[in-house]
């Protein structure tokens, strides 16, 4: 008898979950556990557009992996995936390789750039911590040269953000509070700095509660964000956007937040996609292969009564590695595997530190400063399943007001 070997791919949301219930549930005799991830650390990808405007900082949104992961009982390895092997049931890394019994695949998002013309090239993307770390640090370098500079071009202290989504709002709320700070410290006046965030929809946040989202828009344009919305980019160019086809509109930092995909490691490894990502068995099994489960932001998961799949977020992604980890074990012993059931507990998102909105439950929706805690506790209880109550009180949200 030889152990079967579990190998989960990302210390994303979706893997750091299936690892610890894995621990949990299957004692150390019973499978090999190895969790693969590209940095020694785990990051919280929910809090990315508050590192990317400098209102937090990086650290507070990193949990190194060890500290929450017994590396006694799970094998670390920190490595890039270059591909998996299905037929050979092999993950190629940089630097090695490793077979397996069961892969979990949940190596996340990247940015989606839809083949829009330049957009990779000149734009910055929110993806992972340095990404984020390089969007505000070009910002701030953005008003640290502007005083120093003879033409004093106002152009360059703009910042252009693509996408009205959820995560283009939450980064605009954020820069709407980090710019004061900025124009404090290197002299500029506030009314000189552009937020402009430009959505191709007829609104922000399309498809979201009508009266949350005017409530939104509100929040923001009070404290200085300008909307372009029907304007629909379809170029970037080392000066800005151009939108609906000729306009171009000018800023120093260009952030690019219209759109997700899976992870393009599942592409170079031959799994069959549809939009960048795998529709998967209703018991997260990849349709292909009985031993790879795939989550997160790597898979779609049908929602039976819309008949669309829903969309991608942490709170799916835990969901689902609740479920996986349990089919694993299921699989292991040859039992019935469980279908996956969605329970949505709703949005909150933030409109910087302030203000945020969303519904919770069954459409019951928050404003303002209940809306704030709200995402606090959200935010709080992510890290209390990643890493229990010594991981809130070292890198949790407390804010009065
Ligand atoms: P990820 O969290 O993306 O984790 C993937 C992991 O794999 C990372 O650790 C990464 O470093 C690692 N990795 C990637 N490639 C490789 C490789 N080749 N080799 C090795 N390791 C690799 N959702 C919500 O529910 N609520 C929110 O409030 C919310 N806010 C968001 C705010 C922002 C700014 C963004 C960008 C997203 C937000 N989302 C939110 C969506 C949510 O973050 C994602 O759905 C979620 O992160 C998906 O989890 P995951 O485990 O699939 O992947
Ligand atoms: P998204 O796909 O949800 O939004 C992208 C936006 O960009 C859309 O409004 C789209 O109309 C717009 N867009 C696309 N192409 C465009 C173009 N050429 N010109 C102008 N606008 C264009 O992506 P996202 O905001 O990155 O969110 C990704 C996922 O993460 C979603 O599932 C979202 O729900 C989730 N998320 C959730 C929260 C939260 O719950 N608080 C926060 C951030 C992200």
Known sequence: YTKPKIVVLGAGYAG???????????????AEIVLV?????HYESTWLHEVAAGTINPNQARVMISDVINPNRVRLVYDAVVKVDKDNQRVELENGELDYDILVFALGFESNTFGIKGMKENAFAIEDIDSSRQIRDHIEYQFSRYNNSPEKDDASLAILVGGGGFTGIEFVGELSE????????????????????????????PGFDEELVAYGKKSLEDRGV???LGA???????????????ELIKAGT???????TGNSVLGNSGFELFRGKVNVNSDLRDPSSDHVFILGDCSW??????????????????????????????????????????????????????????????????????????KQIIDNRSLYIIGGPKLILKKGKFRLF
């Not at 980090?178 to 946040?205: F, H, Q």
């Not at 260009?254 to 997700?260: A, E, H, L, S, Y």
């Not at 074990?329 to 040859?334: D, Q, T």
Request: charged content about 25%; overall charge negative.
């Open 16 to 30: 750091m979950v299936t690892t610890k219930r894995l621990t949990q549930l299957l004692s150390a005799e019973e």
């Open 37 to 41: 991830n590209k940095h020694n650390y």
């Open 178 to 205: 980090r710019v004061p700070e900025l124009c404090k410290k290197y002299d500029i006046d506030r009314s000189k700095v552009r937020i402009i965030n430009v959505e191709a929809g007829p609104t922000i946040l």
């Open 226 to 228: 300008e909307f372009r």
């Open 232 to 246: 629909k980019i379809s170029e970037c160019t080392e000066e800005g956007f151009i939108v609906n086809d000729d």
């Open 254 to 260: 260009v952030v690019w937040t219209g759109g997700v």
């Open 301 to 374: 998961v049908m929602n039976e009564e819309t008949g669309r799949p829903y969309p991608p977020t942490a709170q799916i992604a835990i969901q689902e590695a609740d479920t996986a980890a349990a089919n694993i074990k299921a699989l292991l012993y040859g039992e019935p595997l469980q279908d996956f059931v969605f329970d949505n507990k709703g949005t909150v998102a933030s409109l910087g530190k302030k203000d945020a909105m969303g519904t919770i439950f069954e459409g019951t929706k928050l404003y303002g400063r209940k809306a704030v805690y709200m």
